[in-house]
């Protein structure tokens, strides 16, 4: 995992969660949707709204987050995430943990080349929050 120094910190002190909570567990269960070149949580799908003025990848960022209380939780929730994106898709995925000190929130998108959602070379610029970077390939 890509992180900043806040991240660091908070896994190195974060004990595993033991299991995922009935809620995420289901929205990994639903699976995914394709809708117009990008990939949904089919959980989430029906609610999302694309702004014509979004790239996929802003699209895919916004629609496919997932807001949490329990940071372990948070990175149990990433790793299931990226285990079930690599047994299903072949292209690569970008999955970002963000942790403000009260909720954790977790958002992945298709890792397009010129796209990114978040610069992995300016992760220290997050002063307020601790963020993570997993790739599924």
């Keep these: ?25 289901e929205i990994l269960s639903s699976g995914f949707v394709e809708s117009e070149g990008c ?8 609610k999302a709204i694309r702004n014509p003025s979004m790239d996929a990848t802003e699209f895919e960022s916004f629609a496919n987050h997932v807001h949490m209380k329990s940071f372990p939780m948070s990175l ?18 970008v999955v970002i943990v963000a942790f403000d000190g009260s909720t954790a929130t977790v958002r992945f998108h298709k890792d397009r080349p010129g796209t990114p959602w978040i610069d992995i070379n300016g992760l220290d610029n997050f002063k307020e929050e601790a963020v993570g970077i997993l790739y599924s390939i």
């Design 1 to 25: 995992m890509l992180m900043n120094s806040k991240m660091k910190d908070l896994v190195a002190a974060t004990i595993q969660a033991p299991a995922l909570s009935p809620e995420l567990a």
């Design 39 to 46: 990939i949904l949580f089919a959980a989430e799908a029906k």
């Design 76 to 93: 149990l929730f990433a790793s299931e995430l990226l285990t079930a994106l690599r047994e299903i898709f072949p292209e690569k995925f």
